[in-house]
């Protein structure tokens, strides 16, 4: 392995993550020829499959390799129909974002040219926002562990300072980068900090970091004005940290307004790893037929590698990141491409191959 080549553990998963993994794998092939650097990509095993064969879905092998590899790419993991013994959905995703401490989950919601979204209004075209989920506590600090009695169960949720300042510095961070690319510099707290006291803490927390960064706008709004304004008014948002389970919800709104799961791409970021997956699950009842949409992964992978080039200084990968952005934008918005979700019949390799075709040929500036 030489110096410059980045390890990648591959973790292609169930159902469809294997599909659009693949997809996303012959992008990064024609990225890499096209910007001259290296992965050294080293399969994961892990999912719902696995654990039916073996009783483990993320054996510590997995996880020792997936948190030695300088970064995670991860399809989807989990199987209706497959579950731990106390009926819970296997998901080594939650382990691996518990266990490196992956507090930040980033998922944009980003309009992509040519693809209708589930708003009228023409402002849609416009929408760039972050759902910024904390991932490591919040409501499913309970998992696993909520009380169930013949009466009542119970879980309880966790915010604590600590992540509460991380998640809020990162939250200024990601917004003034943005705003040196035509961002807005707003960051809006989402939380129900009128009834709950952990809210209220959140938003003191938030406030104080905020003070911090005072080039940046912050604001708050309760998460049921926001569930609203993000269907009226999407596209005045920018950055918007919120608790776990508010953006777990919330993460899968703001898909639909910009076309689909098929459209969403995340990463769950710590101090020292990170994860890439797109928000969609594997989607058993599409596995198999050659239809997902792989846009989702395939700007899960562009998001890698811009954090790549930042981490590692390596800018190089921004570039290819850019550069498959703007790929998946001439597919959809010059080329009229359409998958099944939307209504057409382009199958997800045949995306997968035109995205990297225009990466490779250099059709798209990646400036
Ligand atoms: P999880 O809880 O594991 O995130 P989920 O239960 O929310 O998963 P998904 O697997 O994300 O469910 O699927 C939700 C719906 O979106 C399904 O109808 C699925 O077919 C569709 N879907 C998800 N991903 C894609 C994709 N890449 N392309 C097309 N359709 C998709």
Redesign the pocket.
Known sequence: MTSNQHRIAVMPGDG?GAE?MEAALGVLDAAERRFGFATARERVPGGALLYRETGAALPEDSFNRARDADAILFG?M?WPDIRYPDGTEIAPQLELRVRLDLFAGVRPIRAIPGVRGALADPRAETIDLVILRESTEGMFASRGKGLVTHDYAEDTQRITRACTEKLSHFAFNLARRRKSRGGKGLVTLVDKANVFASFAFMRQVFHEVAARHPDIAARHHYVDAMALDLVRRPWEFDVLPMENLFGDILSDLGAGLIG???FAPSADVGATHALFQ?S????P??AGQGI??PT?MILSLAMMLDWLAETRAAPALADAAAAITGAVDTAFGTHRLRT??LGGATGTVALGRTIAALVADGAVDPT
């Open positions: 469809i659009v989807a989990g689909g799961m098929g797109p969609h699950g594997s989607a009842d599409i997902a949409n989702a099944a979700d």
